[in-house]
């Protein structure tokens, strides 16, 4: 898979071209390019929510450890601070990734409880959450009209945030330098697939390391910036499990992971969009579906049998109980 295969696409002027390149992306690699032309999400407010992360991360860890992930001062299951080697994105891997992340989930019915200086920076935190979640909704919606789906609403209606409780997650990450030699087999992010509908991943000028795995098994670099392609770098979006779910395997939740790539420092941001805790992982109504028909069973078999599902269809899971059990694995629950 080269990185010059994953189309940049705009969403100024979005039309029915637009929505059948996202369903092409979606479909033939799991990963596409938004170009950052400010109609989407602020650059400038990128570049603000990069400087406080850089400055949260620099903060004192017996701080930051008062708000540690999945406890009630962080403000529940899945918020809150990771340690460094907190995590274990790769189940299979006996240690922690090498990073530190801190969760913030979206704000209903209001914004969870923030260490300083996170804290007096909410009504940024708020303004990007709300924009990359529009964003998402918005490339929802243009997957339901390219899927040719009766309701074209039926997905990113169920990512409405006013209507109940999700798992949507905003992560900042920092990855320290390191001095590992090449030789060294250990990632700083365990390959794995994102557990929600869709991604949206920030990352800076100079700090590479995302690897996509091909059919082939190879691993490919993704850029930051495309060749041509002009400051600032455009948003990289990717499918997560749940569409795959809900498209029968049509859509493409592709593994990836961080490699070390060079060992310098690296901060990168991620909005990790979920569905409404209730909705249900089954097929969606579409006429592309169903010719799709049969052709994702295998990569659905294996998803369901990571879960610890039976490996055949028949038990329909909630959005929040495939949560709970990627959860489960990732933090050793």
């Not at 990113?156 to 087999?185: N, Q």
């Not at 700083?188 to 697939?193: D, E, Q």
């Not at 097929?283 to 010719?291: A, D, F, G, L, N």
């Amino acid at each position: 898979m080269a990185d010059s295969t994953i189309p940049i696409i705009s969403l100024s002027s979005p039309t029915a071209s637009t929505a059948t390149q996202i369903l092409s992306a979606a479909s033939t690699h799991g990963f596409l390019f938004i170009a950052n032309d400010s109609t989407t999400i602020s650059p400038s407010d990128i570049e603000s929510m990069f400087d406080l992360s850089k400055t949260f991360f620099a903060s004192p860890s017996s701080e930051k450890e008062k708000f540690a992930i999945h406890t009630p001062a962080a403000g529940g299951v899945n918020r809150g601070w990771v340690r460094m080697s907190g995590e274990s994105l790769d189940p299979t891997q006996s240690d922690g990734d090498p990073k530190e992340a801190f969760n913030i989930a979206p704000p209903y019915p209001s914004l969870q409880p923030l260490p300083s200086p996170l804290s007096a920076s909410a009504d940024l935190i708020l303004r990007f959450q709300t924009t990359c979640h529009q964003l998402c909704v918005t490339i929802l919606k243009l997957l339901g009209e390219a899927l040719a789906c009766p309701d074209e609403a039926y997905v990113s209606a169920r990512h409405d945030l006013s209507r109940g409780a999700s798992g949507s997650i905003f992560r900042m990450l920092y990855y320290p330098p390191s001095s590992t030699p090449p030789c060294d087999h250990r990632v700083r992010a365990g390959a794995h697939s994102d557990y929600g509908s869709l991604t949206l991943l920030f990352r800076l000028p100079g700090q590479s390391g995302l690897e996509l795995l091909g059919p082939d098994g190879a691993w490919t670099s993704v850029p930051v910036s495309p060749a041509g392609v002009s400051l600032p770098p455009p948003i990289l979006v990717n499918i997560g499990d749940l569409l795959c779910y809900w498209t029968n395997g049509l859509l493409k939740s592709t593994v990836h992971r961080v490699a070390f790539s060079g060992g310098g420092e690296r901060y990168s941001m991620a909005y990790f969009c979920h569905p409404l805790d209730d909705a249900r992982l089954e097929s969606v109504e579409s006429r592309v579906i169903r010719e799709f028909g049969d052709k994702g069973k295998e990569e659905l078999t294996s998803q369901r049998k990571r879960l610890g599902l039976s490996g055949e269809e028949g038990e329909v899971i909630t959005a929040k109980e495939h949560l709970e059990r990627r959860l489960r694995l990732t933090y050793g629950l």
